[in-house]
């Protein structure tokens, strides 16, 4: 990249202040932060005794070895005593855990008693098939109550779990067990996805043939769909129900110290091989605990959450597991797509369980307006007090069409960043404390140091921009990739000495408030100006007729890189002669001459991966003639021939 800071142009000028009833009860408010930068490792002290430690740790942070981080190092714990056992001791046994709601339509509520027992009964069966503190076990499950109870009883057992996302392929399962070692693999034999059921069990089996994953003894299969054509290798598969439910159903959770393993999380990035992150056990806990408290400002006696991402991402892992269940949360869980069987399909469960708390992703959001404003119109999302965002920089458009047709234009809006590496929550509006700006994550949270450099690693001053950097450790950091230090060290430490780099584009805005302008790698340089994708997107998604937008900067002889935009139509939108100038003039007027796309296309689809962030890199490959790279990751390559066959038409 350039020395020339990215250019600062998108002018966002509307505020939002926390509704007063919200900001009364807040469960934290301003003096958090003042806490946090007065007494950084005090406050995260402060906060790990929101956890129930067999042995309190009286050390915070040992950061003597650099950027290998310990936090709480001689305290110990038990993760799903923490999640599970302690709100039965506390009485809240009959208070439901989970509402699970398949995509079929059965549905079935689990109280935290029923899960104690549940999470003892598959700890107790893990400890059958040999799982011992330490042994790796990969879980490739659908979103059922299963998934949420195998993983427990991995963390009760001091057992890191892999959970690879049920959507990717045989190999990429063959890589991740491989590369973690695992020994036993928890499976189904389907789930239903698009109102069909949609096998698992055969790509384990296919997996499990790749040189690599010889030491997976057993494969542990939850009966979901109950096809009847399913393949058994006796010795080896054996029936969830078979084993877990003649166990007994109480378990004496072992306390592990607080830098015991947790779990690895593969993360595919742009090349190379998949980065298996680290996280560990008592850090963690901690901030994803504290973050789904002070974000969400949840109530657990009377607020009910759903996040809609799935347990095989990070978001899943750190806000449907381990955040809300720490604190005593009662969720939605939903086995499904958001379209299945009808586009008001989460307005209905959001209505039926009279969910207080939504968090879920940008792309989710602008499907939504495209589907249009009539199909949540139809529900009472009365219920509804605060809306989260997390994934992918939320557009100012969807922001607002959110907060109006979701929020009641009342419910406030925390658009999160964070990364699987970070653990948890690390910049977020706080609900009952910031007057919000549609668009910017805006701060870090208290204890948290963030803010954005330039190429010398300088800070940037307000309204320029730059990188994101995290200037100090947080006790959710990753500890470091899963076999290769070298490369913890080269991907995160080595491009700013002392200075954790995100991979994000970043820029202060006047009030010093920090909004994300998309990876690093697809910012655009055209004519010697840095422009953020993110940015030229957002000015397209803010015209009446653009649903949805992606930028690219393609290979240019005269500036460098030219922008070249794809974008999807409203439902309504025609795609006539003037439409292409019109954006263009649309997106001058925003932003400004130079951030005017050269080309525009109007496609129905844009290439995603499989946790719905847009994939420019395959688009810039098709804006400069080029063979595909890798298309594995996509959720839907045939989206890929669509855009290509267009491509004539264009210029
Ligand atoms: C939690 C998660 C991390 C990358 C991150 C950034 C993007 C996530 C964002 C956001 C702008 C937000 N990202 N949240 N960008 N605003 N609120 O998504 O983890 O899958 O590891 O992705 O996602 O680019 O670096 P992960």
């Not at 009860?25 to 950084?40: I, L, P, S």
Request: include cysteine.
């Amino acid at each position: 990249m350039s020395n020339e800071s990215l250019a600062n142009l998108l002018k966002e000028e509307r505020r939002f202040a926390p509704p007063a009833e919200l900001a009364a009860h807040a469960n934290v408010t301003a003096a958090a932060y003042e806490q946090g930068a007065a007494d950084r490792l005090g406050f995260w002290a402060e906060q790990a005794r929101r956890l129930s430690w067999e042995t309190e740790p009286t050390q915070t942070l040992d950061w003597s070895n650099p950027p290998f981080a310990k936090w709480f190092a001689d305290g110990k714990l038990n993760v799903a005593y923490n999640c599970v056992d302690r709100h039965v001791e506390n009485g809240l046994g009959d208070r439901v855990a989970i509402h699970f709601e398949g995509e079929p339509g059965d549905s079935r509520s689990l109280t935290y008693a029923e899960l104690q027992r549940e999470v003892s009964k598959a700890a107790h069966a893990l400890t059958e098939l040999g799982v011992r503190a330490g042994d790796r076990v990969a879980i490739y499950l659908p979103m059922i109550p299963e998934t949420v109870v195998a993983m427990l009883a991995c963390a009760r057992l001091g057992a890191p779990h892999s959970v690879v996302f049920g959507g990717f392929s045989a190999d990429a399962l063959a890589t991740r067990i491989n590369d973690a070692d695992a020994r036993v693999v928890i499976t189904a034999d389907g789930g239903y996805r698009r109102g069909k059921p949609s096998a698992l069990k055969p790509a384990v089996d296919e997996a499990l043939t790749r040189p690599g994953t010889e030491n997976v003894r057993s494969v542990l299969v939850v009966r979901r769909t109950g096809q009847e054509d399913i393949a058994w290798h006796e010795g080896r598969d054996v029936w969830w129900h078979d084993i877990v439910d003649r166990q007994s159903e109480t378990h004496t959770p072992e306390a592990f110290d607080a830098e015991h393993p947790l779990f690895i999380l593969y993360t595919s990035g742009t090349t190379g091989k998949p980065k298996g992150i680290l996280h560990t056990t008592g850090g963690y806990l901690t901030q994803v605990s504290y973050t789904h408290h002070a974000v969400f400002d949840l109530k657990p006696e009377t607020d009910v959450y759903w996040c809609t991402a799935d347990v095989g991402w990070v978001t899943g892992h750190s806000y449907i597991v381990y955040g809300p269940l720490a604190n005593g949360a009662t969720e939605v869980l939903y086995e499904g797509t958001p379209d299945t069987p009808h586009q008001g399909r989460w307005w209905e469960i959001v209505q039926k369980y009279g969910v207080t708390i939504l968090y879920t992703a940008p792309t989710a959001i602008r499907a939504c307006m495209k589907w249009g404003d009539d199909i949540p119109a139809k529900f009472d999302l009365s219920s509804l007090r605060v809306l989260g965002s997390v994934g992918e920089p939320i557009n100012p458009e969807a922001w607002i069409w959110y907060r109006k047709h979701i929020g009641a234009d009342s419910a406030p809006i925390v658009d999160t960043w964070w990364q699987t590496e970070t653990g948890a929550m690390m910049l977020s509006p706080l609900p009952g404390v910031t007057a919000t700006k549609p668009g910017s994550a805006q701060l870090p949270l208290p204890g948290i140091s963030a803010t954005v450099v330039d190429d010398d690693a300088h800070e940037v001053p307000d309204g320029a921009g730059g990188y994101l950097v995290l200037t100090e450790p947080w006790p959710s950091m990753l500890r470091t990739i899963w076999g290769d230090d070298q490369r913890y060290l080269d991907t995160y430490w080595s491009r700013f000495e002392g200075k954790y780099f995100a991979g994000d584009g970043a820029k202060k805005d006047e009030d010093g408030d920090i909004w994300l302008l998309g990876r690093v790698d697809d910012v655009m340089l055209v004519s010697g100006h840095n422009i953020s994708t993110t940015e030229v997107e957002s000015a397209l998604v803010s015209h009446p007729k653009v649903a949805e937008a992606a930028v690219v900067g393609a290979t240019d002889p005269q500036t460098t890189q030219a922008i070249c935009a794809f974008v999807i139509l409203r439902g309504s939108a025609a795609e006539d002669e003037g439409l292409v100038e019109e954006l263009r003039a649309h997106v001058a007027q925003q932003l400004g001459p130079i951030a005017k796309p050269k080309r525009i296309l109007p496609v129905a689809e844009l290439p995603k991966t499989r946790s719905g962030k847009i994939m420019r890199r395959l688009l810039r490959d098709v804006a400069e003639n080029r063979d595909l790279g890798d298309v594995s990751t996509l959720t839907d390559s045939s989206v890929m021939d669509l855009i290509q066959a267009k491509l004539p038409s264009a210029a």
